[in-house]
């Protein structure tokens, strides 16, 4: 079975359809899957489910819907639920069973080690497997469970260091000229974020446009000067005197 939550719920190769219809069950079945392997306590989930105001046979109604999770859940050719009850709240026992989480996290590590290992292909093609994961917004309609709202804001926050890393190593091989237009909007997208303003001027000086890559400095001066009151970050600063100064260490070398 494959438990899938970086985007809509969705639980594979089970009989029936893969995604539940009642709201609570599915956040249940989305912490404990946030947590898999892991305890969370009955007071825990009913905080998840009930947005920190159970009602008053709260208790009663969670032993309702973990009985529907297990029904969910059953499989003919599998003994047991993967829902096991502890002392003080329940877990998901992964088992063999597949989570896409873990794979996402799998193949971005493989990235880094690729890119500590000077193997920035290869480091290209695991970032872009793990970026290809996404199926959409994560969790999208279950997000007023605090513990979901935080897992979503790490997961985001893991697809953009994953994003960063993959055009880094983009950089390394050459690729200069095929990553502007997406690091326009990625720049639009996200106006605060240094890093693709950085990979933006980069990209625009390695492909002879020197004023387009001075001009990107200068937008992201004023949106971070308007919106927060402060200057570029030094590494901002640095590249674009660097630019200016057409400073040789600027120019293309390729990872041995």
Same mark, same amino acid.
């Given at each position: 079975?494959?438990?899938?939550?970086?985007?809509?719920?969705?639980? !594979?190769?089970?009989?029936?359809?893969?995604?539940?219809?009642?709201?609570?069950?599915?956040?249940?079945?989305?912490?404990? !899957?946030?947590?898999?392997?892991?305890?969370?306590?009955?007071?825990? #989930?009913?905080?998840?489910?009930?947005?920190?105001?159970?009602?008053?046979?709260?208790? /009663?109604?969670?032993?309702?819907?973990?009985?529907?999770?297990?029904?969910?859940?059953?499989?003919?050719?599998?003994?047991?639920?993967?829902?096991?009850?502890?002392?003080?709240?329940?877990?998901?026992?992964?088992?063999?069973?597949? !989570?896409?989480?873990?794979?996402?996290?799998?193949?971005?590590?493989?990235?880094?080690?690729?890119?500590?290992?000077?193997?920035?292909?290869?480091?290209?093609?695991?970032?872009?497997?793990?970026?290809?994961?996404?199926?959409?917004?994560?969790?999208?309609? #279950?997000?007023?469970?605090?513990?979901?709202?935080?897992?979503? /804001?790490?997961? +985001?926050?893991?697809?953009?260091?994953?994003?960063?890393?993959?055009?880094?190593?983009?950089?390394?091989?050459?690729?200069?000229?095929?990553?502007?237009?997406?690091? @326009?909007?990625?720049?639009? +997208?996200?106006?605060?974020?240094?890093?693709?303003?950085?990979?933006?001027?980069?990209?625009?000086?390695?492909?002879?446009?020197?004023?387009?890559? $001075?001009?990107? @400095?200068?937008?992201?001066?004023?949106?971070?000067?308007?919106?927060?009151? $402060?200057?570029?970050?030094?590494?901002?600063?640095?590249?674009?005197?660097?630019?200016?100064?057409?400073?040789?260490?600027?120019?293309?070398?390729?990872?041995?």
């Amino acid at each position: 079975m494959r438990y899938e939550v970086l985007g809509p719920l969705r639980v !594979l190769g089970k009989p029936g359809s893969p995604t539940i219809s009642a709201r609570k069950v599915k956040i249940l079945l989305s912490v404990l !899957l946030i947590r898999a392997d892991q305890l969370v306590t009955t007071d825990r #989930l009913m905080e998840e489910i009930w947005d920190g105001e159970p009602p008053r046979r709260a208790t /009663t109604a969670m032993h309702v819907y973990v009985s529907q999770l297990r029904k969910f859940l059953v499989r003919p050719d599998v003994a047991g639920s993967p829902i096991v009850t502890r002392p003080g709240g329940y877990l998901l026992r992964r088992g063999d069973d597949e !989570l896409d989480l873990h794979d996402f996290q799998k193949l971005v590590q493989r990235g880094r080690t690729d890119v500590r290992a000077g193997r920035h292909a290869e480091a290209v093609e695991n970032f872009d497997a793990a970026l290809r994961m996404g199926r959409g917004p994560v969790l999208a309609d #279950l997000r007023e469970s605090g513990m979901i709202a935080g897992f979503v /804001t790490w997961i +985001e926050e893991m697809r953009l260091e994953c994003l960063e890393a993959r055009i880094d190593s983009a950089l390394v091989l050459g690729r200069h000229r095929e990553l502007v237009g997406q690091l @326009y909007s990625l720049t639009a +997208e996200h106006p605060q974020r240094e890093s693709f303003h950085r990979q933006l001027m980069l990209a625009l000086y390695r492909s002879e446009r020197q004023a387009d890559a $001075l001009h990107a @400095y200068r937008r992201v001066r004023d949106i971070l000067r308007g919106e927060l009151g $402060l200057d570029p970050g030094r590494a901002l600063r640095e590249l674009h005197d660097a630019i200016l100064a057409a400073d040789g260490r600027l120019d293309l070398r390729r990872a041995g």
